[in-house]
């Protein structure tokens, strides 16, 4: 009896991962719509749905769905037709580990920070398997400029969630989020630039899609990606701001601390969510493009130097504080 | 950033080969070895005070322009708001049409079809003569063609072509786009009053001529005429034979060539507005030249005062 009743938690679990994992990446991608138009000083979709356009990405789905699903002759047609779901499944696995309040996740699991950071860096390889597999030379520079940003930033991403875990004492999201103080905002300041830029990068978003550069690169990795493939693609790079505005919220902002914690706790987590991604949607429309050997340069004048410099600010605080 | 080092990079060179005497292997080292530290010294140092301003200016504008009103047209759902000159289609008023075929001859795209043909009228009085007049059997213009340059419009004699600021007459066929008389004829309904005069803009000459006053008053400036007999326009005494208080701004200008006869060439530029304030400086230094070149002062005035006085006798 308790093993059937396992089983359908998982079940129901995995469902409402699931779920969630389709509906939050429209949600950010109709408010990257609307926004990015507005900061533009344009309406943006209107008329798919009714109001507002609000049906634009469902519509945007159905056509893509229709779109004839090519690949090009000379690709590695394995590889090329894998490389979007290696892209899109690690996202949906680490969006199972991160908490929306200590009772509302996914599977709580002992090391799920580790267990997140891990499961994104997998993420890359999709893109880069996609370039490599389209034999274009356009997807080949993408994918190269892909693996050049997530070696680069990597590393600072890493070091800033470091810093939290040490602050925390606990590598489990639910832990540090619980072990979270305002006092964090200040003295885990660096860290959080320092995993929002890195974010930024890993996700390939302006001002770091280089690897998409349109102008340089025709559409990078995704040249040769049409219909469902390329939505798929476009879907891991959404999730992808969904999961780490999330992750931000929880080790940065404290998730669900906020006002009747207790009862919304979760949607405290998912507000804070949102205006990290409204923020990465902003500064895609304020910021033009970096050029590459600028990428690398931020990245380790910049970003590393100042993540171990946090580390060290965390280790400080710790033994005082102790 | 990086721009400013390149400026740096690029200054150096223009200054060298001026100065050729000075050895050409000194320039050429200072050229490699000067720029380098420029390149990896100054980056890091200027890279957040140069771009941490712009960054941020670029926030600002993006939320500034969020809150504000979007630009877009709401073109299908909200009719957009034209200004009343706008060329949007032409229309035809038939009855003013004498097929004169000017707006056909002149339109650059040959886009205008004119047809006609002439018409005996009988003489109204016995006796008379009979009278000819053109009868438009067809006008149409192209608009596949036409490209909207106006020149049919300004060209019409008659007022009979008007421009409208309707514009969606799209059609499937491009044959359709060939609107015959009675499809210019309605978008006529659409065509906007003209725009209310300027202030300071002349009168009409049509109201001009209708509020002027019959022949009598000519006797009286019968004075002059010894004088001035060649001159058709010598009538500079308004001021005395005419009524002065109905035409105040024919006063203004017939009464200023007189004493100003060096501004004419402003007067015939701008009529009624320039000689107005150029006026009290040179009667101050003219009363000499009113009294003895008053023979010439007419005669260049003459371009100025010459239509408005022909089409008074017209009339
Ligand atoms: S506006 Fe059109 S019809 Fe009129 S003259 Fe120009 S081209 Fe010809
Ligand atoms: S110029 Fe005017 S009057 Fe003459 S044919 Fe054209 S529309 Fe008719």
Not at chain 1, 35 to 48: D, I
Not at chain 2, 296 to 313: F, S, V, Y
Request: glycine share 8%.
């Amino acid at each position: 009896m308790s093993e059937g009743w396992n089983v359908l938690e998982v079940v129901l679990r995995a469902v409402a991962v699931l779920a969630a994992f389709l509906v939050l990446p429209l949600l950010v991608g109709q408010t990257e719509h609307k926004v990015m138009a507005h900061m533009q000083g344009r309406l943006g979709p209107m008329y798919a749905g009714g109001f507002h356009g609000w049906a634009q990405l469902v519509a945007d789905a159905v056509k893509f769905i229709q779109k004839e699903d090519i690949t090009p002759a000379r690709a590695d047609r394995g590889v090329f037709r894998l490389a979007p779901f290696v892209a899109l499944i690690p996202y949906l696995v680490a969006m199972a580990v991160v908490p929306l309040s200590p009772t509302i996740v996914g599977a709580d699991v002992p090391g799920s920070a580790l267990l997140v950071l891990a499961a994104t860096g997998v993420g890359i390889i999709g893109t880069l398997m996609g370039g490599w597999a389209s034999a274009s030379k356009y997807s080949m520079l993408g994918a190269m400029r892909a693996a050049a940003q997530l070696v680069s930033y990597e590393l600072p991403m890493v070091l800033a969630v470091a810093s939290v875990a040490l602050a925390a004492g606990t590598l489990s999201m639910v832990g540090i989020a619980e072990a979270w103080t305002p006092w964090w905002l200040l003295w885990q300041a660096p860290g959080a630039f320092v995993f929002l830029v890195a974010a930024l990068a890993e996700l390939q978003r302006p001002p770091f899609d280089m690897p998409i550069a349109d102008s340089e690169l025709v559409f990078g990795i995704f040249t040769e990606y049409t219909g469902l493939r390329f939505a798929f693609f476009l879907l891991a790079e959404y999730a992808g701001i969904v999961l780490f505005s999330l992750i931000f919220s929880v080790l940065w902002l404290g998730g669900w601390a906020g006002p009747f914690e207790a009862g919304l706790g979760w949607l405290w987590t998912i507000l804070k969510a949102y205006a990290i991604a409204v923020l990465m949607i902003w500064l895609r429309v304020s910021w033009p493009r970096l050029r590459e050997d600028q990428l690398q340069r931020l990245a380790w004048v910049w970003l590393v130097p100042i993540a171990l410099l946090q580390l060290a600010i965390t280790a400080v605080g710790v033994v005082m504080m102790r | 950033m990086t721009e400013r080092t390149q400026a740096e990079q690029v200054n150096p060179e223009p200054v060298e080969p001026v100065q050729p005497v000075g050895g050409e292997a000194q320039p050429e080292e200072t050229r490699v070895t000067a720029p380098r530290p420029k390149e990896t010294a100054p980056a890091p140092g200027t890279k957040p005070s140069g771009i941490l301003p712009g960054l941020v200016k670029g926030l600002a504008a993006t939320a500034r322009t969020l809150t504000r009103h979007a630009h877009t047209a709401e073109y299908p759902d909200v009719m957009p708001k034209l200004p009343p000159r706008t060329r949007g289609v032409i229309a035809l008023t038939e009855e003013n049409c004498t097929s004169c075929m000017l707006c056909a001859r002149e339109c650059p795209d040959w886009c205008i079809y004119i047809d006609s043909h002439k018409e005996e009228l009988p003489p109204t009085t016995p006796g008379g003569r009979a009278r000819q007049r053109n009868v438009l059997d067809r006008f149409a213009i192209d608009f596949s063609l036409c490209m909207y340059c106006g020149i049919c419009v300004e060209v019409c004699p008659f007022d009979a072509l008007w421009w409208s600021p309707e514009f969606e007459y799209a059609e499937l066929d491009i044959r359709e786009l060939i609107h015959e008389k009675d499809r210019l004829g309605a978008w006529m309904a659409t065509v906007p009053p003209p725009a209310a005069l300027d202030p300071a803009s002349a009168e009409p000459a049509e109201l001009v001529a209708a509020s002027k006053p019959p022949r009598p008053v000519r006797p009286a400036a019968g004075e002059d005429e010894a004088a001035p007999a060649r001159v058709r326009p010598a009538r500079p005494a308004p001021g005395e034979g005419g009524p002065p208080a109905a035409r105040p701004r024919r006063e203004a200008r017939a009464a200023t060539p007189a004493a100003t006869p060096t501004d004419t060439p402003t007067d015939t530029a701008t009529p009624p507005t320039a000689p107005i304030p150029t006026d009290p400086a040179p009667t101050a230094v003219l009363p000499a030249a009113d009294a003895t070149p008053s023979g010439d002062a007419p005669a260049d005035a003459g371009p100025a005062d010459n239509p408005p006085a022909d089409k008074d006798g017209g009339a």
